[in-house]
């Protein structure tokens, strides 16, 4: 009796945590081609769990094949086929979109393992959880076009040439119009410093100092004419803004945005 109390007892956590997690609990029987799905699983696509038959039978079409995207079903069937027939190495996970009841499409992270019996063969049952991350898949995406959007944009202007630096000078990012202003080509000088090459001797350590300075936060003068250097070594006078960044999981950087003057 002590043990039944346990075993509903851990059900009843299994339960909660799923239903508090907003996650889809599913378990697969590979022979019977049945999938046991909780009602979160329909739950997070607006589906009326009732309008799924959960009687053992086979039933792998109706609740997950044909809720596929198409562009994504064939990859998403294969995946899970190939996980289950190739020895269930590992942790099963994959990324789709599944069908909701108002007819948008939710990105689904699917996560799951085949279960191993006493004896350390593979059990006929995988067990896994769906969690619906559209929101986040919908951020990653307008970042994307945001980040593409504005790489055209600055690959595009004509007349403005932008770079971008690290902390101690060197060069991460040399637009098109840098090229033409200062006579080098990106790929000549990113990873090198900007005092090397467009910086004359005399400005090299105020240079320095007042990006040690944006970096840390403090006044500087940020819009200013310069006179800087050539590849062939005329010098080049031009009007120059500079911008410090914050770029996730990557951190500060500094942008300048010069104009020749002519």
Excluded at 120 to 143: D, F, P, Q, W, Y
């Amino acid at each position: 009796k002590r043990a039944e109390e346990k075993l509903r007892e851990s059900e009843a956590r299994y339960k909660s945590v799923i239903a508090v997690s907003n996650t889809g609990a599913w378990e697969f029987h590979k022979k019977q081609k049945y999938l046991w799905c909780s009602p979160e699983y329909f739950e997070m696509l607006g589906q009326d769990p009732n309008n799924f038959v959960m009687d053992g039978q086979a039933n792998l079409e109706e609740t997950w094949i044909n809720l596929l995207h198409p562009d994504d079903r064939q990859q998403a069937v294969n995946h899970f086929a190939d996980y289950l027939n190739t020895g269930s190495v590992g942790m099963y996970e994959n990324f789709f979109r599944m069908i909701q009841a108002n007819g948008s499409w939710a990105w689904i992270w699917s996560r799951g393992q085949t279960l191993c019996n006493s004896d350390g063969s593979l059990s006929n049952l995988t067990v896994g959880t769906h969690i619906n991350i559209t929101e986040r898949k919908l951020a990653e995406e307008a970042l994307k076009e945001s980040e593409e959007r504005f790489r055209l944009i600055i690959e595009g202007v004509k007349t403005i040439a932008i770079q971008g630096y690290t902390s101690d000078g060197n060069i991460i990012y040399w637009n098109k119009a840098s090229e033409a202003v200062y006579g080098y080509p990106a790929a000549e000088v990113i990873g090198k410093n900007l005092t090397d090459l467009i910086i004359p001797a005399e400005m090299k350590n105020e240079v320095l100092d007042n990006i040690s300075k944006m970096f840390k936060g403090e006044s500087v003068k940020q819009v200013e004419e310069l006179e800087l250097l050539r590849k062939d070594g005329s010098v080049v006078p031009v009007f120059s803004n500079h911008i410090i960044v914050e770029i996730a999981e990557k951190g500060k950087e500094l942008y300048s945005f010069d104009v020749e003057l002519t």
